[in-house]
């Protein structure tokens, strides 16, 4: 009888120290999930500057701190580019994962980066040349400051 109540007793105990276990480890990975959400929410977008290096506005510099810029002929682009050789909608710059991303937006003629027809999305580094129908641009990305 007496070993029955310490066999019933010990398996309480372990029960407790499982589901506290358990209890634990949720609470943990929620607050950790919790963390990661918002740090995602409040991470702010570099500043990409785009340099022309052709025609009369030569070494004027756009500069943008949204994630999202659309470059192309129509006027709802965030950068709208007099240029019948650009399309209406030719290529997004976007930030995510940490990078800036440019995509050509299926466009006639294309979009070049370093020389290279850009074919899928690729990350654009600081120095990177951009050729958009008869511009040039340089890229630079301004890091965010700790």
């Known amino acids: ?33 919790r963390l990661k959400s918002f740090a995602a929410q409040i991470q702010k977008v570099p500043a990409i500057t785009l340099i022309e290096r052709s ?3 030569e070494n004027k510099e756009n500069t943008f701190s949204v994630s999202e810029i659309t470059i192309g002929r129509e006027a ?3 950068l709208c580019l007099d240029d019948d050789i650009i399309s209406n909608r030719h290529a997004s710059l ?10 050509d937006l299926y466009s006639t003629n294309g979009t070049y980066l370093n020389d290279e027809k850009v074919s899928s999305p690729t990350i654009l580094i600081t120095g990177d040349d951009l050729h958009i129908g ?8 301004t890091e965010n400051q700790p």
Request: charged share 10%; hydrophobic share 55%; proline share 0%.
């Open 55 to 57: 025609g009369v506005n």
């Open 1 to 33: 009888m007496v070993a029955a109540i310490l066999v019933l007793t010990l398996r309480i105990i372990l029960m407790l120290v499982l589901f506290s276990f358990l209890g634990w480890t949720i609470y943990t990975l929620w607050k950790d999930l």
């Open 134 to 141: 008869n511009q040039f641009y340089e890229i630079r990305i």
């Open 76 to 78: 709802g682009n965030t």
């Open 94 to 103: 976007t930030f995510r994962n940490g990078h800036w991303w440019i995509e």
